[in-house]
């Protein structure tokens, strides 16, 4: 896929006639239904539907129930929960994990065999392109190379956890959504430990990643109500429970 050209088609950029300068258009949230009636604009709905509804769209390539969106919430738009919102424009970068450059096609890679503990894409085939096509197309506007306002998660000093007390956190502020035995509801309500899990070898599985994907973005109908410290807390509660491990196999690109 000419994804270049999609972006032109999409937002209009490019130059304009009798000007020098590339016009530039400030990112807002794209609306669905304008997606265009062309093939491009069929990757584009397949990507969304594969992003919001992973183990549906994706089956083959998701070895639990979580989608994309459970971490990247809000279809991927939502500041602070980790958001897609301008990530073709920061890449190639350098990744620490991986010690060296890596593609945006190469991180959506590590989402599938880490965060879905599932298998790689096919890099040309049709669910990596609409995967990337959908990123393409939520990111228009914004300026190439400079962060999305929110990206990643909040900033949190480190604090020392307290697993006892992120018991009780649990228990009061998130068993209601996620159960007891941490299985959840999908899929509506990720689980959070056991086979349907992520893996062992994802972001979240890093205990201030996800300390601070909680305290903005948790309770679900309380977001950001529960101090650092509890967050920190139940962080570690939720990491004394068992989950998948991770495929080394999977750990090139």
């Not at 270049?4 to 990112?27: D, N």
């Not at 604009?41 to 994309?68: E, H, M, W």
Request: with cysteine; hydrophobic share 35%; charged share 20%.
């Amino acid at each position: 896929m000419a994804l270049a050209a999609l972006v032109f088609g999409i937002t209009g950029c490019g130059r304009a006639k009798g000007t020098s300068a590339p016009k530039t258009l400030a990112w807002t949230e794209p609306d669905p239904s304008k997606i265009p009636a062309t093939p491009e604009g069929d990757s584009i709905r397949a990507g969304r539907l594969i992003f919001n509804q992973t183990p549906r769209y994706a089956p083959s390539f998701v070895g639990n129930k979580l989608s994309c969106s459970d971490c990247h919430v809000r279809s991927g738009m939502e500041p602070f929960a980790a958001p897609m919102v301008g990530m073709p424009g920061l890449f190639p970068m350098y990744n620490t994990r991986a010690k060296k450059v890596i593609s945006l096609e190469d991180r959506v890679q590590e989402c599938f065999t880490r965060s879905e503990n599932g298998h790689p894409l096919q890099y040309n085939g049709p669910e990596m392109i609409a995967v990337v096509s959908y990123i393409h197309w939520l990111s228009v506007g914004q300026v190439d190379g400079k962060p999305f306002p929110g990206r990643g998660f909040v900033k949190l000093s480190a604090l020392e956890a307290d697993s006892m007390k992120g018991q009780k956190v649990y228990t009061d502020k998130c068993a209601a959504c996620h159960g007891k035995d941490g299985a959840g509801k999908p899929p509506i309500l990720p689980a959070l430990w056991g086979p349907d899990s992520y893996n062992d070898g994802a972001g979240m599985d890093q205990l201030p990643k996800m300390a601070a994907f909680v305290q903005h973005n948790m309770p679900q109908n309380h977001p950001g109500t529960l101090t650092a410290q509890e967050a920190y807390d139940v962080a570690a509660y939720v990491h004394t429970k068992p989950r998948p491990k991770f495929n080394p196999d999977y750990s090139g690109y």
